[in-house]
């Protein structure tokens, strides 16, 4: 048995193929770890593209909503660009965001 193996081994052929294999699998341009890298990088394009068409479908669907509605336009206005009508006051509040990165000593709280 280990006789047959052994002249498998040395045959010229399945050297050759063997080296073919090892090659493709790991030196070649296209070797199995490039593709799994390539395969995970398309799945995750694939979502990406998912996203952004759904991102545009939304977009698209917004701006003809404003295109054909005086309200939303006039709300979108007021909301986004801070604008006003000539008899209105605007007023604008800002909340002041606690600095966490301070620290309280002991000796502070005696």
Same mark, same amino acid.
């Given at each position: 048995?280990?006789?047959?193996?052994?002249?498998?081994?040395?045959?010229? #052929?399945?050297?050759?193929?063997?080296?073919?294999?090892?090659?493709?699998? /790991?030196?070649?341009?296209?070797?199995?770890?490039?593709? /799994?890298?390539?395969?995970?990088?398309?799945?995750?394009?694939?979502?990406? @593209?998912? #996203?952004? +068409?759904?991102?545009?479908?939304?977009?698209? @669907?917004?701006?003809? +909503?404003?295109?054909?509605?005086?309200?939303?336009?006039?709300?979108?206005?007021?909301?986004?660009y801070l604008?006003? @009508?000539?008899?209105?006051?605007?007023?604008?509040?800002? +909340?002041?965001?606690?600095?966490?990165? +301070?620290?309280?000593?002991?000796?502070?709280?005696?």
């Amino acid at each position: 048995m280990w006789k047959k193996i052994l002249k498998v081994l040395k045959n010229k #052929y399945f050297i050759v193929s063997a080296a073919f294999l090892v090659w493709l699998v /790991f030196f070649d341009q296209n070797n199995i770890i490039s593709q /799994f890298k390539l395969s995970g990088k398309l799945k995750q394009l694939k979502q990406q @593209k998912e #996203y952004y +068409e759904m991102e545009i479908r939304n977009n698209e @669907k917004a701006t003809l +909503e404003l295109m054909n509605d005086t309200d939303q336009l006039e709300k979108y206005a007021r909301e986004k660009y801070l604008m006003k @009508k000539d008899n209105e006051d605007l007023f604008i509040i800002e +909340e002041e965001i606690a600095d966490t990165s +301070e620290t309280v000593s002991p000796d502070t709280l005696r």
